[in-house]
Structure formats: structure tokens, C-alpha cells
């Protein structure tokens, strides 16, 4: 009787499948383990379901072992799934070639890295020297080291406390949205954003080569002149570019046409006549001015107008330099150097002039007294070309026959006799014919009219040529004899041998 009340033994392994046993038998133990180390959720069965009593029988006990191997068997294969998880252990190299431990020289005069040389003697250079050129190059594009570049790319705080608020920028950064790339002030360097326009002269182009462009100092008009005797005003959009007016001078292929200080007048020179022309915009009437009193020269060709007013300054022979006043048309001081004067720049606020000789000598003047400040040697120049003066009053460039264009502090020019350049920019392989600055004196602007396309933009700050311009699957540069920037900066525009004005809008700048 015992026996038939006896609570029946569970099934065997061979009564059932023997997966379904084995899960059977972890249950059973988790169960006891359960029972054993929580007694808190033991009572709390027992109150809920009632009194439930769990044995173990002979058989479970003897499978139990069993259960301890599978699971045995399961953390083994957890283990190998980390194992596969792991990154794979570096491999040593089957053999090393003892030429890659030898230090490689990389070739300097490639036009890519010819910016990083400072003189002849580095045509090669190490890759760890080169590396470490142009990290110094970079910083000092940046004005320093950059924050993020600091103690491995994170930002160096006093203490925990900033960095906790460096976190919580960067999460709130994260949440919103919208254009985060903000325009800074300062010009960056190595692309320059800019858009090709219509050519500024597209209106009427000439018929022979351009040899002057210029912007009005005060309206948003360009004035042209070249070689088919004629002087051309447009009005500047960057879209149509307008005519305004067209004047035809007699047999006189223009050498040089300027505004004057106003901008109430153009002045033209060509290239063998004493006599100039003078076209008053305002009264719409040309003057010839054949004779100047007090001026020994057979020609007038070259000349700056003076930023006083109402004066300019010519270039003669054998020296001489002449200002005279277009009010009385008379020459009243003049100066002379040691050679022929091969390019003239005064500076923004008209009390110094600086000239070029053909001796690679570089004067500076007084324009009020006629008195000789400075003279310098431009650094390796054997014959002077080009000359040029920041508005800011900060630089001097100068060119040479060579296409080398020395770049200066007008104060060390100012203090010494032999003044160090701070970049030789040596992308012209022809004489550098043209330098100008734009309105910031961020941009340099070189040329020769020797070769087709040599024109370079160069950013100031870092003494770095932009490297996109000028690029384009069709020319438009070609041999360019002048260039110019408007008032603001917002155009630049040259003149080519192809009787085009090509016109560009540089978008950094905001106005005309």
C-alpha cells in the first residue's frame, strides 16, 4: 500500500529524449540553488503558492554530473566566441629588407613642395625633415597650435570641472542642427573661393592686345585701354558688365591708362610720345598736354598718380624720376639714381616712393622733401623688373628678371641695407612684370607678359601660393600686362594679350 502511494519516480533517460532530460535536470538545479541562496524569495513561493518541496531523487543526483559537463562544455564555447572576438595577434615580417631602414631623400623642386625651400642648397630633403617643415609651415598658417592638436588631440583644461563643460558643449552640439560652418574674418590659405565671370570688357572687347585695367576708386566701373588706341569704361556686375563709354585716341596705342585721384579723369601714355591725354569724364572732352614745363624727356611712358591729388609721378631716363601737377602741367621737384628706373610704387598715403632700378638696387624717397631715406639691395636680384607696396603699409614686394619676387617688411627695408626677405616666391620662370595688392593686404598679386598663364595669387599670412587659380579646362589668363583688385576686394580683374579683361569674383569678400 506504502508502495502504491509512493510518489511516483520521474522518468529515466531512456523513458524520454535525452535533450529534454538534460534540460530537465538544469531546471532542477537552478531550483535548489535558488532555494539555497535566496531564503527571502524561498518564503515568498511559499506564502503565494503555498508549501512546495522539491527533492531530488537518486537518479537526477546521478545525472547532475552530466549537467556540470554540458555546462562545462557551454562555457567553453562562450570562451572561443571571445577568442574569435579578439583582434588577431601582429604578425612578424618573414624577411626585412634593409634599404627601408635607409633615410629617403624627396625631391624639393617639384612644383608641389618648391614653396617649402628656403634657397638653393635644400633641391633635396629627408622625409623627417620635410615632415617637420611642413608642420611649421602649417603652424604658422594656424597662428599657433590648435587646440585639438594638443596632449594627443584633446583639449588641455585647469581641471575636471572644464572638463565636464567641454562635455556637455560637445552633447549639446550633437542635439542640434542647422549649419554649424560659420565664415571667419580672416582669408585662409590654400583654396581661394572665387567664381569666373564675364569678361569685364565683354561688352567691347579690343581688337589688339589690353595693356591697363583699373577700377574706379569710388563707383563699381572698370576702365580698359590697350594697343588699338582706344579707352573703354564698363559698369561692373559680374553678368552683363555694360558699356558706359568708349573714347578713340588718334594714333595712340595706350602704354598706361590710370584714374586719377578723384576718379574724375584718365590719364594715357604710349609708348614713344612726350605728349599725354587727359579725359575729363565729367565734361566728356579729351585734352592733349604736349608740352610740360621744366620736363628733358623725348617720351612719358610710365607713371604713378599720386595719392595727394592732383600730382604725378614720372618715370624718365637715365634715373630721373619727375612730378609735376596737372593743374599747371610743370615739373616741380625731381630725384635721381644710379641706373635706369624699372618700376615705381608709392605708398597709401603718398609720402614715400619707392623705385626699382635696373641694378637690383631699391631707393626709397621722401615725396615731400625729394630726399633719398633708404636704399637697399634686393636679395639675389641682378636686374629689378617689378615693385610693389601693401595699402596697410606692412609689405614690399619685389621683382625680378629672374621671376623671383622677394617679399618684405617695409620696416626692415626702411632700417637696413641688406633687408632678408621673408618668402623668395619662386613660381614665375619669367621676369615678374606686374605686383599688386588687393585693398587688405591679403592677397599679392604677380604676373609676367612673357608666358601664357603666369599669374599666382599669393595669401600673405602663410607666404603661400593659392593653389587653384588660375585652373581651367580653357585659358583665359594668357600673357597678362596688368592687374588689378576693386576698392573692397570683391573683383579682380587682368589684362591680356588676347584684348580680354577676364573678371573674377573673389567670394571671401562681401563688397564691390
Not at 567641454?166 to 571667419?184: F, H, I, Y
Amino acid at each position: 500500500m506504502a508502495a502504491a502511494t509512493k510518489r511516483s519516480a520521474p522518468p529515466l533517460d531512456s523513458d524520454v529524449p535525452a535533450e529534454e532530460s538534460r534540460a530537465r535536470l538544469r531546471n532542477v538545479k537552478r531550483l535548489a540553488a535558488l532555494s539555497e541562496q535566496e531564503p527571502a524569495v524561498q518564503q515568498l513561493e511559499e506564502f503565494v503558492f503555498g508549501h512546495v518541496h522539491v527533492t531530488l531523487q537518486e537518479e537526477n543526483v546521478e545525472a547532475l554530473p552530466q549537467v556540470e559537463e554540458e555546462e562545462e562544455v557551454l562555457l567553453q564555447s562562450d570562451d572561443e566566441a571571445e577568442a574569435r572576438l579578439r583582434p588577431p595577434p601582429i604578425k612578424k615580417a618573414a624577411w626585412t629588407d634593409e634599404d627601408d631602414d635607409l633615410e629617403e631623400e624627396v625631391d624639393m623642386k617639384h612644383p608641389f613642395r618648391s614653396y617649402l625651400m628656403r634657397g638653393e642648397a635644400e633641391s633635396s630633403m629627408s622625409k623627417e625633415k620635410l615632415r617637420s617643415r611642413m608642420k611649421d609651415q602649417f603652424e604658422k598658417a594656424m597662428g599657433g597650435v590648435p587646440a585639438w592638436a594638443v596632449s594627443g588631440g584633446r583639449k588641455v583644461t585647469k581641471d575636471d570641472d572644464d572638463d565636464d563643460d567641454d562635455e556637455e558643449e560637445a552633447d549639446d552640439l550633437l542635439r542640434r542642427t542647422g549649419n554649424l560652418v560659420a565664415s571667419s574674418d580672416e582669408l585662409s590659405s590654400g583654396i581661394l573661393r572665387m567664381k569666373r565671370c564675364l569678361h569685364a570688357n565683354a561688352a567691347r572687347p579690343s581688337s589688339d592686345s589690353l595693356t591697363s585695367v583699373q577700377f574706379h576708386p569710388t563707383a563699381q566701373v572698370v576702365l580698359t585701354a590697350g594697343l588699338d588706341c582706344s579707352l573703354s569704361l564698363f559698369q561692373v556686375d559680374g553678368k552683363t558688365n555694360s558699356k558706359i563709354q568708349s573714347v578713340h585716341l588718334d594714333r595712340f596705342p595706350v602704354h598706361k591708362a590710370r584714374f586719377s585721384r578723384q576718379g574724375d579723369a584718365v590719364i594715357a601714355t604710349s609708348l614713344k610720345n612726350k605728349m599725354f591725354y587727359m579725359y575729363d569724364m565729367m565734361e566728356g572732352c579729351v585734352t592733349p598736354v604736349q608740352h610740360v614745363r621744366g620736363l628733358q624727356e623725348a617720351r612719358v611712358k610710365d607713371f604713378c598718380v599720386c595719392p595727394e591729388g592732383g600730382a604725378l609721378l614720372l618715370t624718365g631716363s637715365r634715373g630721373y624720376l619727375h612730378k609735376l601737377t596737372l593743374k599747371t602741367k610743370e615739373v616741380v621737384s625731381s630725384m635721381k639714381m644710379n641706373s635706369e628706373v624699372t618700376d615705381v610704387a608709392l605708398s597709401a598715403d603718398g609720402s614715400k616712393v619707392f623705385a626699382h632700378s635696373e641694378d637690383g638696387e631699391v631707393y626709397i624717397w621722401d615725396a615731400r622733401s625729394s630726399r633719398c631715406l633708404s636704399k637697399f639691395s634686393d636679395d639675389g636680384c641682378v636686374a629689378g623688373t617689378a615693385i610693389a607696396v601693401s595699402p596697410d603699409g606692412r609689405y614690399v614686394a619685389c621683382g625680378s628678371r629672374a621671376g623671383v619676387v622677394n617679399l618684405y617688411r617695409q620696416e626692415a627695408c626702411l632700417n637696413s641695407a641688406n633687408p632678408q626677405p621673408l618668402k623668395a616666391i619662386m613660381n614665375l620662370l619669367t621676369p615678374a612684370t606686374a605686383l599688386t595688392f588687393n585693398p587688405s593686404s591679403e592677397i599679392l598679386a604677380i604676373a609676367s607678359r612673357h608666358q601664357d598663364e603666369a599669374v599666382k595669387l599669393v595669401h600673405l599670412a602663410s607666404t603661400s601660393v593659392f593653389s587653384n587659380f588660375p585652373i581651367s579646362k580653357r585659358k583665359v589668363v594668357y600673357r597678362t600686362s596688368c592687374m588689378d583688385f576693386s576698392p573692397h576686394g570683391g573683383f579682380f580683374s587682368l589684362a591680356n594679350n588676347k584684348g580680354h579683361a577676364p573678371l573674377f569674383r573673389l567670394l571671401h569678400y562681401k563688397s564691390f
